[in-house]
Structures are given as C-alpha cells and as structure tokens.
C-alpha cells in the first residue's frame, strides 16, 4: 500500500517538498514528493493532493493471494479471504465443458470492508474432468485446480497467475 507521485520535471521527486493532503480530511504528511501510508485500511482510498503542483490517485488493494480448493463426494468448493476490491470467482474445466457448470458463490463484506468469496460446484459422478476456480479482483488474480488422480483420490494444484 501506499501512493505515488509523478516527478517534477528535475526528475529528482526526493528533492520535491510536498505537504500531502487527503482531499476528504486531514493533512497526512510533509516531506519530499513519495507518499507512504502505514496501517492503510479500505476507507483510506481516494484521492490525495500534493500543494506543489499535483494529485494522484491512491488505490488500496488487498490482494487475492491464498485459495482454498477440495472436493467432498459430488460437490468441490473453492474460497478466499481477506481480498479487497470485491472478488469475481469463475469456473472452467478441461477438456472444456459444454454446458454451464452450476455453482453458488456467496460473497461477504467484512467489518474491515474487506470481502470474503467461496463458491460450490457440483459436478457429475465420475467425471474425469480437471475443474478450476478462477478468483479476481480488477489488480490480480490467482487459480486453483482439482485433478482427481484415481477413483477416489484428488489432488489440488494451486496455480498462481497474477497481473
């Protein structure tokens, strides 16, 4: 977390002095023209306006980093906590599947307005079919995916794509 700023035509930002302030409060900071909060919380996003000559945008994210992926009998369930923007969760199979894959997904906002996704597949009995669960926010993404390798053993491959 934390802001930037654009340089000021010398190049040098460090030689900048700056007084940030956040447009909606309060005065955050004196000093050269870098931004860094600490203890950044989802409230703290917006816009923040440095005196000399600009304003940048702070965008705070929490990124989607850890999930969670198995199988009980007929129904594999994927989730992750503590991610901020809100989440989408997708599904896919390999080989790709024909039809639309039913699942529900609930998505839960927390005290700290951080969100919290989870999403249940059912899938058909003895499919052979490798699923994956897709969870993104517009700033990252990550993947899980359930192989099953017998008749009644699974293994999950987490695969971490991020942009």
């Known amino acids: 977390p934390g802001g930037n700023s654009e340089s000021p035509p010398t190049g040098k930002p460090d030689r900048l002095n700056c007084t940030w302030v956040e ?50 009998g007929n129904r594999i369930t994927c989730s992750s906590e503590g991610i901020y923007p809100q989440p989408e969760l997708t599904w896919s ?37 490798i699923y994956s669960c897709t969870i993104r926010t517009r700033r990252n993404q990550r993947r899980a995916t359930l192989q099953k390798l017998s008749k009644n053993q699974n293994q999950m491959v987490l695969v971490q794509n991020g942009f």
């Open 23 to 72: 447009t909606r409060t309060k005065l955050v900071s004196r000093g050269n023209a870098s931004l860094l909060l600490t203890g950044v919380k989802v409230q703290d996003e917006g816009t923040y306006r440095c005196n000399t000559s600009n304003t940048n945008q702070c965008f705070i994210a929490a990124p989607v980093s850890d999930i969670r992926i198995h199988q009980d």
């Open 93 to 129: 199979t390999e080989p790709p599947s024909n039809t639309t894959l039913q699942n529900r997904t609930t998505v839960h906002q927390t005290e700290e307005k951080l969100y919290d996704i989870s999403s249940s597949l059912t899938v058909p009995d003895g499919s052979d079919r």
